[in-house]
């Protein structure tokens, strides 16, 4: 760094307030916001891009925490079988969009339809046992003093028997080599790779349809996220099951999905095909501001 | 006009009650005198539990070092103490006549005093580190420990305790005499108090309860100002202990005294409307998490602080995009720059940095955090920091206010070295933070907001108890006038907005003149609309007031339009730096931002 | 100083106390299980841990005076109090769940305030037992006696523990305490209704305090103010050993057993009471200074 660059641009600062646009510059990012809610797609793109045939719908949600409301009508449409990765800058809200999904936000306004039913109300239990929607948290959420089998059986518990659990994870046992192996250590021992893996064929355990991924590349190593990539990729093309993500890497995520929205401030900004988005350069400038 | 002659009917007819009360109800003197004695219980163990959030279960510990000081005191000037306990003070050889009573009496209220202080001065050295149910447990223990000491020891009356009758009485019912001792050391504790929470000090150990972290941040030296809190404490209770020895049950080692410690707040007629025990207040906490993580597990909390909804209208309410009338260009004296010590703004590379930072290396437990960062901050700017998630931001934020050393590297502040400081010590130095999460007093006025932030550097011990000057009173309000808070002074600060909280947040870091602020995302989490409300004071504090400012910014769309010059970190590595324009068109930070492959 | 005089001219009278701190020891390290499980799964500290023990033991002093052998009180004041705990929970406690700790301090000491009137009001302020009509066994050469019930007493305090453990680790429910205890936000995630689950985590605790006061009530005494001291003890043995450490709590239980012994022994048994709570000053000063060591500050 250069003895001029950071002291210098004190001019060029103080020569646009001295101009009268210190509260013009305000009113220019408020213009250059609203403008990006404006200009955010239409709902007929976001119904071409589900097929027309959406399984899950988002409409005018406005949620978020307590007083902090982070989502401002914000609209979502995946068909069934398909992939949608939500990218954006830190704070956009993704995050707080998959939270609503399951019941885990204050939802102000909106309305949350699986398979043409409403489910915008119904708390967390309900959407795994009746709606069919599973929930992966970010970053590390394994019962580290349990057992892998024990961890998956906990994915069971809404099941009615503890006999149908002890299947599933049969099940998951037979489909996943690695996690067999381990199946009576005790969660905190396996890799970071494992672990995503488990927590993932965790929330499979009550054979859900959509399932929503949050993050599923934080904390882990390089090597290991093209194999949790890789695994949902399996699920979705081989199993059928419909995946909403939430993606910090936004390469690896628009990579994989379908579909790609971008979020900017609670607002979405952009939708398109993954494919499509990754090639956009505008989805660059978005991330930095315009 | 009214308010205060209510109060002075309501202080009327309660000395009026507290003098004539033995001769109205004379058959209830002893109860009465209780009556007062727990008032005082109350307000002592208000100033540790109520203001200052150390919730203490053993006041009965000091209480009893008063009583049995006092007691022995006034046996062991007539008789041998042993003696006495082993008669159980029953015959009539051990009798006090008035002269002795009283002499023991006068010398055993004072003594009992500086033991109790004492006590609280040696265990609080040891209690006072820990922090919330710790405290009060290891209190229960210490108040428990001592009554079933006394209950074993056989020289001070080991069971069956001490008691000194005066015989033959020549003052007429002792029990009257104890009735107003009793009495007027209620009216002492009382008036002591009101001045004590009138004080500098007090408005401190409320800021204490409210955040620890937070008073330090701004430059309270919270543990001294704990000791006195400790040392209040055992002031009062003691002391009214000599005086009620009559009644024996008080004297008699009691497994549950400390309730009678704990009748909290018997009366409060301050009118404060804060005093609710920390906890009570969960509105701004539980914020520790970080992002939405934090916002699943907290969600009650949030919750239960209201819905967003009310916020949003009382944001727009209260944050027009230029306050009317404040004209940008007329500020009142007092909110004109202050260009002590820097001899006004520098021009661009004429004048050296005012924060430099240079080859800071931090790392938790293996992770590395910031990995040998440099950077500048001059004079008078706008400096922003931006990068993707845990990319080192906060981290190198609380390096430079002495959150945690940092591994290697200097930081210094106007040629001063920081990184060897605490954090009041930097805050000291002018270079003040804000953070993630509001983190005001939300108890607290905001008035009373304001002026617990206010600058502290000069203040010694004497000072913390003279009251608020009025020059600061006033600061606080043109401040609050400043960021548009103005109509809301009184409101208690929980109950405002969480943008209308950074509001005052700023506010409160502006209180203390600061040289400079940094920022951590003062944006987040607040509607995209009030966002203009809050970067117009931002500016402003910059070019009206003179502080220079240095901010952590999520949202790159605000960014770009505050700063003049940026620094990228990413993976705790300096990546890029230069104007927003151009950092902003850096492939390199393109790549960082949306992840590389 | 004569009574330590004893100890080192009559070694023998040494194992005395052990055997006998290790008998009690059991029966604190009981409690203490149940109050690890509450800190652990809720985050409550429960004060009134020592009022459910001594209402397990006025359970078995009802059996004995209703003329039952106080020994099936063990499994009647376990079910007794499970019912008392989920009450206090539905009641009570569900109220101070996820707030400030000192809050549910102040809930369940006044939980506890409670619990002593209503017993003082019920049984009176006797100090009782529940004979349950065992010899003494003397070992050594009549040196040593040992009561069969402290001995009985101590086997059973072990099998309700195993029992709990089992519990934990195998039954559908245990699992789900265990999983909300580790990461509440998965168990959240996976469908788990965290009140029941603290509910019945209550309800539990609340039994195996139950079963502890039998014991109690058959090899001891209870009072209904004696409940305090079983509380301090609790805590001090959770905080020695560490949240959700078993074998830590079995023996740190057994140590203040002990320890509590010798210094009735020693100073008096006038002073025994004062040596716990004293003790617990001291673990927690302890405590709080390896922490302050513990952290990183700058001087």
Known sequence: MTESSGPGSTDTRRGDVDAGAGTLSVDEVARQAQAIAAEGPPLETLDRLAGDDPLLTIDALQAGYGRMQILHDFALRVGRGQSLCLVGPNGAGKSTVLHSVFGFTRIYGGRITVDGRDVTGLGAEEKLRRVGIAYVLQDNSVFPDMTVEENLLMGGYLMPRPADARVAAERVFDKYERLAQRRRQPARVLSGGERRLLEISRALVMEPDVLLVDEPSIGLEPRFISTVFEILDDLQRNEGKTILMVEQNAKKGLEFADIGYVLVAGQLAMAGAGSELLEDPEVGKLFLGG | MNAIAGRVVLYGAILLFGIAGPYVFPAYTQQMASLWLFIVFALSW??????????????????????????????????????????????????????????????????????????????????????GHYFAICTLGLGIAAGELAAGWDWIGAGSGMTTPMSPSALGDTNVLLYYLAFVLAVIAFVFFRWLYSTRFGLAINAIR?????????????????????????????RCRGHLRQPQDLHRPDRRGFLRCNVRRLDDPHGH???????????????????????????????????????????RGVLPDRDPRVPARALP???????????????????????????????????????????????GSIVGLIGPNGSGKTTLFSSIVGYHPVDSGSIRFEGEELSRLRVPEVARRGLLRTFQQTRIY?????????????????????????????????????????????????????????????????????????????LDEPTAGINPTLINGLIDR??????????????????????????????????????????????KNDPRVLDAYLGAT | MSSLDILVQAPIFNLQLIIEGLLIGAIFALAAYGLALVWGVMNIINVSQGELVMLGG???????????????AVPAAAVFLYIVGYLLYRLVVFRIVGRDMFISLLATFGLSIILQQLMNQAFGSDVRTADAGMGTQYLFGSQITVGE?????????????????????????????????????????????????????????????????????????????????????SFMIVIIAGLGNLPGVIIAGMLLGIAELYAGFILGTQFQLAFVFGLLVVVLVWRSQRLARKRQFLE
């Open chain 2, 46 to 131: 208000d100033v540790c539990g109520g203001q200052m959030g150390y919730n203490s279960f053993g006041n009965v510990f000091f209480l009893g070092l008063g009583m049995y000081t006092c007691a022995v005191t006034q046996v062991g000037l007539v008789y041998e103490v042993s003696e006495y306990t082993s008669a159980r003070g029953g015959s009539a050889e051990f009798a006090f006549t008035s002269g002795e009573w009283l002499t023991g009496l006068l010398l055993g209220l004072p003594l009992g005093a500086v033991v109790a202080v004492l006590g609280a001065v040696v265990f609080g050295m040891f209690i006072l580190a820990m922090r």
């Open chain 2, 210 to 238: 409210d955040g620890e972290e937070k008073a330090e941040a701004m430059g309270l030296r919270t543990t001294r100002d704990q000791g006195h809190g400790l040392g209040d404490r055992g002031r009062v209770p003691r």
């Open chain 2, 273 to 315: 409307p804060r005093r609710q025990g920390h906890a009570v207040g969960a509105g701004d906490r539980g914020g520790d998490l970080p992002g939405d993580e934090g916002a699943v597990l907290d969600l009650p909390a949030r919750l239960a602080a209201g819905g967003p909804r009310a916020a949003d209208r009382a944001d």
């Open chain 2, 333 to 379: 004296p007092a909110l004109r720059p202050r260009r002590g010590r820097g001899g006004g703004r520098g021009r661009g590379g004429e004048m050296s940095a005012m924060l430099e930072v240079s080859g800071v290396t931090k790392a938790f437990g293996g992770v590395v955090a910031n990995d040998d960062i440099s950077l500048q901050v001059a004079q």
């Open chain 2, 442 to 518: 939300g108890e607290m006025t905001c008035t009373e907001n304001m002026v617990i932030s206010a600058d502290l550097r000069k203040a010694g011990v004497l000072e913390l108890f003279r009251a608020q000057p009025r020059d600061v009173e006033q600061r606080a309000g043109e401040l609050l006038e400043f960021v548009g808070l103005y109509e809301k002074r009184r409101e208690r600060a929980g109950s405002l907005s969480f943008g209308q909280q950074k509001l005052l947040e700023l506010a409160m870091a502006l209180m203390n003149d600061p040289r400079m602020l940094m």
């Open chain 2, 538 to 583: 931002l500016t402003r504090a910059n070019t009206e007031l003179g502080v220079t400012l240095f901010v952590i910014e999520h949202n790159m769309r605000v960014i770009m339009n505050l700063v003049g010059h940026v620094y990228c970190l990413a993976h705790g590595q300096l990546l890029a730096d230069g104007r927003p324009d151009e950092v």
């Open chain 3, 58 to 72: 006025f359970v078995a002093v009802y059996f004995h005076g209703a003329g039952i052998h106080p020994i099936y």
């Open chain 3, 149 to 233: 019930i402290k001995v009985v007493a101590f086997a059973l305090a072990i099998v309700v523990g195993a029992i709990l453990a089992w519990f934990l680790k195998r039954s559908r429910l245990g699992q789900a305490i265990r999983a909300t205890a580790q990461d509440a936000r998965a168990a959240r995630v996976l469908g788990i209704d965290i009140h029941r689950v603290y509910a019945q985590t209550f309800a539990l605790n609340a039994a195996l305090c139950g079963a502890a006061g039998a014991l109690v009530a058959m090899a001891y005494t209870v009072h209904p103010y004696f409940g305090l001291p079983y509380t301090v003890r």
